[in-house]
């Protein structure tokens, strides 16, 4: 086979993973979940040559360093965009949510939040790509090893913020009839 057909092969087989792995990673900005795709796609064209035998964890990798170009490239536009003083809140854009806007398991998501970067991504690549510690590993570029190792320690930590939000179970108040008798006292 040669490398177009693999390169081939693993667009059809990946687009939809790839893309859904970019577009939980930018939540709220789906205008730019294509537009970092196509860059992953473009990328794994120009080096169609070194595609693994197993192209998604790769695929991944890649995506991780477009989404972070994406996202320096954001933050250049949003200081421009302050610099200009052309911001949301200024042409009456801005909207608050209401009392009863807070999504399910939006506690996870704080909690996740709350986490470096590199935890976050980890803990996503394991539960939202379905990712075992060897794809893991090639996904972030390093060792088997280190990979299960990373992850180890983002549970961890996510279990402490989860811990920190939960709020603290009250006392719940022993039923009347289990107190013990004036009878039962004395024996």
């Known amino acids: 086979m040669s490398n177009d057909e693999i390169f081939a092969a693993a667009y059809r087989e990946h687009y939809w993973a790839v893309s859904r792995y970019v577009a939980r990673r930018l939540r709220g900005r789906a205008d730019e979940v294509e537009e970092v795709v ?29 989404l972070a170009n994406a996202v320096r490239g954001q933050g250049r536009r949003r200081r421009l965009v302050d610099r200009v003083g052309n911001d949301e809140a200024a042409h ?15 506690w996870v998501h704080e909690a996740l939040d709350r986490l470096s970067p590199a935890d976050q991504e980890v803990l996503r690549l394991a539960a939202w790509e379905e990712l075992g510690a060897d794809e893991i590993a090639v996904a972030l570029g390093c060792g088997s090893r ?4 990373r992850l180890h320690r983002a549970r961890t930590r996510l279990r402490t913020e989860i811990d920190r939000l939960r709020p603290p ?9 289990a107190t013990p008798r004036e009878d039962d006292r004395h024996g």
């Open 146 to 149: 280190a990979a299960a190792m």
């Open 92 to 106: 009456a854009r801005h909207i608050a949510a209401g009392p009863d806007a807070e999504a399910p398991g939006a």
């Open 169 to 177: 179970v009250a006392a719940v108040p022993a039923p009347a009839d």
């Open 38 to 66: 196509a860059e992953v796609f473009t990328v794994a064209w120009r080096r169609r040559a070194d595609l693994p035998a197993a192209p998604l964890p790769w695929l991944y990798g890649v995506a991780r360093n477009c």
